[in-house]
């Protein structure tokens, strides 16, 4: 069944490219699986070692969290780097009940084989933290994923917008400058920006 519903989320078109990593979608399948599909089939080709950072949403565990366990879908079981180097990080506890990582393995399984994975989630850091721990992980060679929905809009996220057309102007015009600080590696103006 699932290879069936990816099957179908593949079948997008995208031009391949080279790149160090890629901002994929985490949301079920039904809301942003054809943006997620469409993400991984522009991607060329990935290393041996694939980071996957993601939000904490549950809160539960530390703020920035590594797991070394191996991880199971139904297309099989992915196996874990087990980089020493983040051992001191390690939480298995921060991951138990996380989907924004696990959401993003049935893609990679379905478009790549032979490769492993390094899971890390993150509550919010600050901009120094995120650097030192780009630092670090930025001396293994690896293919970079960052699992984000990006906009989150509505009420309960503190946007009262009524109008339809301009809660869809608004996101799209915060998505795109958002987008631009990405492409221009201005990451301390995108890290202002979120907060």
Do not use: C
Request: glycine letters at 6%.
């Amino acid at each position: 069944e699932l290879n069936s519903i990816l099957d179908k989320l593949f079948s997008v078109r995208a031009i391949e490219r080279e790149s160090l990593g890629a901002i994929v979608p985490h949301a079920g399948y039904i809301f942003s699986g054809k943006v997620a599909a469409k993400v991984y089939k522009s991607i060329k080709s990935i290393k041996n070692n694939v980071f996957l950072l993601g939000p904490n949403h549950t809160g539960v565990g530390s703020r920035f969290a590594v797991s070394f366990d191996d991880w199971e879908t139904p297309l099989g079981v992915v196996e874990n780097s087990r980089l020493e180097f983040l051992r001191k990080y390690k939480d298995e506890s921060a991951h138990n009940y996380e989907h924004s990582l696990e959401v993003q393995l049935p893609f990679l399984q379905h478009r790549f084989k032979n490769f492993k994975i390094t899971p890390i989630t993150m509550k919010l850091l600050s901009l120094e933290e995120i650097e030192s721990i780009a630092d670090e992980i930025s001396k293994e060679d690896g293919y970079f994923i960052a699992s984000s929905d990006f906009i989150h809009f509505g009420p309960m996220y503190g946007f009262n917008q009524t109008n339809e057309i301009d809660k869809m102007k608004w996101v799209k015009e915060k998505d795109d400058e958002l987008v631009h600080l990405l492409e221009n590696f201005e990451y301390k103006k995108f890290y202002n920006k979120v907060l």
